[in-house]
Structure formats: C-alpha cells, structure tokens
C-alpha cells in the first residue's frame, strides 16, 4: 500500500473550514483514499474516501488532486467536537478478502473557541 | 442498533497472567480485526480472521493469540511471553467488499499490567 504524509498538528477556530492536506505521492491507480478520525480513547470512525473524484456526505468533502499525489480532507463547519487525530489511509480494494489498514500517526487537529 | 462492543473497557492484570479481551460483533461482518495503540502512536495490527476458524498474523502477533469459533465473536489472548502488554486495544470489523464504509471499531479495552 502506498504511504502517506500528514502534517502532525493543525489548528482551525470553531465555525470555520478546517482542511487537512495528505500526500500520497505513490499512489496506484487502484489504490483508494480513506479518512477516519479518533477522538481521544476511543475507536476510529469512517468519514469518507474516494478513489479520483471528489466525494462528500454529511460529514465531510475530500477533494483529491487531478494527478491523485495528494488530498485534503475538509470540514466546512469545525466544531469543539471535531477536535480528534485524523488519519489518510490509502488502500486497495481487495474483493473476496479482507482489507487490512494501515494507520499511521495522523494528524491532531485542534479545534479552538 | 448494530455495532461492535468490546468488554471490559478498563482491565488491570498483574504481570505473568494471561488475559483474554473480548469483541463481539451484530453487524454480520466476514473480517475481524485487532489492533494496539499506545500513547502517541498509530494503530498497529496484531491478527485478522477473514473467515470462521480461520485468522492470520498481523505486524504484531508475537505474545498475543486469537480464536473465531463463530463469525460474531473474535476474542484475543494477551499471554506471558507479550513483553509490554500494557496498551490500548482495538478491535475493528469489516464486510468482505468493505469498499464503501471501511471499517466499523469498537470502543477499545485499556489494558494495564502492573
């Protein structure tokens, strides 16, 4: 799989867009783009992912760069409770067997009053 | 509602015992997953199980073991022989085509071995 890059730290201020940006500069053409976050003590949680296109739904917007080398993750509305590490994993999809994730150290976005 | 549940979510355990965590999973998932998180650091796999009575080794396996007698349920033995048992534990479930959600997690046990 390829390996991602993300900045360790991000501030953003409650009410505004808080992007994260991601490299993923070996990326394959099979090979899609995965965000969770973990807010403190407890398990990962899915946001989104896309493979080429841009995608959203009702939490987030990813916009992956046209020669797919990098992609942010962006959350229109920042609140206190958005404050979390958020993780780019890049994955195949492997029909018919399971698909391992490998999660790296993230980036912890802190999000302020 | 459907979801994974970890139990206990604190456990104390005094050096040398063995250990068992528990996952039980209703959401009718095929893959089973755990991993370990210490402070600071990403997710690590230990084991995967695609299949009932079948699992795999992960980065991390040594001094841990699994079973998966039934599709809901993949618990993990921390044994002696882990070296540094005392982590975040993690147990994570997928459909087989787990293209569009990925994985579900549970809530985490925190172990501590004093």
């Known amino acids: 799989d390829a390996k991602t890059t993300q900045p360790p730290s991000m501030d953003c201020a409650e009410g505004r867009a808080a992007n994260l940006p991601c490299n993923h500069s070996?990326?394959?053409?099979?090979?899609?783009v995965y965000w969770y976050r973990q807010i403190h003590s407890q398990g990962p949680q899915y946001i989104i992912h896309?493979?080429?296109n841009n995608e959203t739904n009702e939490m987030a917007s990813l916009i992956i760069t046209e020669d797919r080398k990098s992609s942010t993750l962006i959350l229109p509305h920042a609140t206190l409770r958005d404050t979390a590490v958020y993780y780019c994993?890049?994955?195949?999809?492997?029909?018919?067997?399971?698909?391992?994730?490998?999660f790296g150290t993230g980036t912890r976005l802190q999000v302020t009053l | 509602d459907g979801g994974i549940t970890q139990s206990p979510k604190y456990l104390f355990r005094k050096e040398g015992q063995n250990v068992t965590l528990s996952c039980e999973q209703n959401?009718?998932?095929?893959?089973m997953y755990w991993y370990r998180q210490d402070p600071g650091q990403g997710l690590r796999l230990i084991y995967y199980?695609?299949?009932?009575?079948?699992?795999q080794k992960g980065d991390i396996a040594e001094g841990y073991s699994v079973s998966r007698e039934k599709k809901e349920s993949f618990p993990l033995t921390v044994t002696s022989a882990q070296k540094n048992p005392t982590a975040f534990y993690l147990c994570?479930?997928?459909?087989?085509?787990?293209?569009?959600?990925?994985?579900?997690f549970g809530s985490g046990t925190r172990l501590t071995v004093v």
């Open positions: 896309g493979l080429k």
């Open positions: 199980s695609q299949i009932v009575n079948d699992f």
């Open positions: 994570a479930s997928s459909p087989y085509e787990a293209g569009n959600y990925g994985y579900t």
């Open positions: 070996t990326i394959s053409g099979n090979e899609y």
């Open positions: 994993i890049v994955r195949t999809l492997n029909t018919g067997t399971a698909s391992k994730l490998t």
């Open positions: 959401l009718n998932h095929d893959a």
